[in-house]
């Protein structure tokens, strides 16, 4: 175990939501903005010893995807919500407490805006609160309930901490808060065992059951076909359910109709080719390779999503590679 004044500070201001999703290491993620306008975020986080503590901010809604990682249990909870959220099957809001099981795959669709604190622990730190569990039941008990209505003191507890963590300058981090952290584990520690003790209470599941599971598939079989012109009517046949179905998966988790969720998958790629430093990239080649055969309409639908035409995302990558953007 490192030393109680190893410390490490991460402040990210991302204008881009890969570079958001890239810049914490404790999470394998990945994000999509769904919602039109520049993308604004932020990332706060502090870690001693086997503690994180965290905030971050997302001004533009986002649908994140990935896997936790297999070494830290994380929890997270909504400071501001501008409206309800989604959380891996349930609707969730600002009083939702969510775990990032260690290893677990999950989905998240942010709304416009959202600040959202969490702290994260090994497992290792469950230890006293059933020593007989070992970490695979651990996962298991949390993967089976990974949403509380309810965040006690805890979430004023963090918020607090983060703010003063904010403001300290680094000395003062370094000296004295990896110390000061460790009260925080322990109440974190604490609140777990009296959610497991009373059940919890869950947000609330969405209708149908199958919706997640209709909404992941289609999901797959978009990002297969982005180069492909493709229907609701292709997606229903593909998948074995109906129109109706299939809509109300897509409003349920994602916010959005199919085909509008499509777009914004094949635009989020494209961004990704355009931002990516790649030599000899053209814009109507990122065009045609996402699925956009007109080219005006696609620079169109580029600078409605990111406030910014394709140009001007390629332009904005070639600094980073000494070269001059093609196109």
Request: proline letters at 5%; glycine letters at 8%; charged letters at 20%.
């Amino acid at each position: 175990m490192a030393s109680l004044h190893d410390t490490a500070r991460l402040l990210v201001h991302a204008r881009d939501p890969h570079e958001q999703a890239s810049s914490f290491g404790l999470l394998e993620q990945s994000y999509e903005q769904l919602s039109p306008g520049r993308f604004s975020g932020s990332l706060f986080a502090f870690s001693a010893n086997d503690i994180t503590v965290f905030q971050e901010t997302l001004d533009q809604s986002v649908f994140q995807t990935g896997v936790s990682d297999p070494g830290h249990f994380t929890i997270a909870m909504a400071c501001e919500l501008s409206e309800r959220a989604y959380w891996n099957g349930r609707h969730i809001d600002q009083d939702a407490v969510v775990a990032f099981t260690p290893g677990r795959e999950f989905e998240l669709r942010t709304p416009t805006h959202a600040v959202c604190v969490g702290i994260t622990l090994a497992p290792s730190a469950l230890h006293s609160l059933a020593p007989e569990r070992t970490p695979e039941q651990w996962h298991k008990v949390f993967a089976d309930h990974d949403c509380w209505s309810r965040a006690g003191g805890l979430k004023t507890a963090l918020q607090r901490r983060i703010a003063e963590l904010q403001q300290a300058d680094d000395d003062t981090a370094a000296a004295d808060w990896p110390a000061r952290l460790l009260g925080l584990r322990e109440l974190t520690i604490d609140y777990l065992g009296s959610v497991i003790e009373s059940g919890g209470g869950a947000a609330h599941k969405l209708r149908a059951d199958s919706y997640p599971r209709i909404a992941r598939r289609a999901r797959t079989a978009m990002l297969e076909r982005l180069h492909e012109p493709l229907s609701v009517s292709d997606l229903c046949l593909q998948l074995g359910c109906s129109r109706r179905s299939l809509q109300y998966a897509f409003e349920s988790i994602y916010g959005q109709n199919p085909m509008a969720y499509l777009r914004t998958l094949r635009l989020a790629a494209a961004r990704r080719q355009l931002t990516s430093g790649a030599p000899g990239v053209l814009v109507q080649d990122v065009a045609a390779a996402v699925g956009f055969s007109h080219l005006p309409r696609f620079a169109q639908a580029y600078a409605q999503m990111y406030g910014e035409r394709p140009s001007e995302s390629l332009a904005a990558s070639a600094p980073r590679t000494g070269r001059r953007p093609a196109g």
